[in-house]
């Protein structure tokens, strides 16, 4: 009899905790992220649009994010071709920059509510390099954009050559020439 009492509370308990993890399945599932949408080459086109000039990241990175710019007043980015960056940590660098390096934060409230690394403007005093304004304040969905541009066209694709500085502009535009063939 005591072990039947046992069953049934043992059986009850596993019932209601199906249902209370169901009910949290359901949430989390509801809350999750929606997944990118399918990159295209619009998408990919914008993208470099805005690398190129709303945010205007070849100021430090240069024009193909290889590190190498025309501008000696910018600070220097690196190059971002040999890394192997997710589309992740490239989102959070361009929306929360990189307190105490030359990389500016390009979400206008990225600060403002610890939105990023849990930090406030009050925090990044502390850091000994001020981070600079942005060329521009960007939505979430362009970075976005640009994050996905770098990983289709730059990031871990090497040390630019002719035949992926055309592949890069999609024709053989009149830099690429400067590049053996």
């Not at 599932?29 to 399918?38: D, I, M, N, S």
């Not at 990031?155 to 009149?174: I, L, P, R």
Request: aromatic share 8%; glycine share 8%; charged share 25%.
């Amino acid at each position: 009899m005591a072990y039947r009492i046992w069953f049934m509370r043992a059986c009850s308990g596993l019932i209601a905790f199906a249902a209370i993890a169901g009910t949290l399945l359901t949430v989390s599932h509801a809350q999750a992220p929606a997944l990118a949408p399918p990159l295209t080459p619009a998408a990919v086109a914008e993208g470099m649009r805005l690398y190129q000039q709303k945010a205007d990241c070849r100021a430090c990175h240069g024009w193909s994010a290889d590190g190498n710019k025309a501008d000696n007043q910018m600070p220097d980015g690196p190059s971002l071709r040999d890394k192997k960056f997710t589309r992740n940590l490239l989102v959070l660098t361009i929306k929360c920059g990189r307190p105490g390096t030359g990389m500016p934060a390009f979400d206008k409230f990225a600060y403002s509510d610890g939105r990023c690394y849990k930090l406030r403007e009050a925090d990044l005093q502390k850091y000994p390099m001020r981070m600079p304004d942005p060329a521009a304040t960007l939505q979430q969905r362009e970075i976005e954009l640009i994050a996905d541009f770098l990983m289709e066209k730059v990031v871990g694709k090497g040390t630019m050559d002719h035949a992926q500085c055309v592949e890069f502009w999609g024709s053989d535009v009149e830099v690429c020439r400067t590049f053996q063939k």
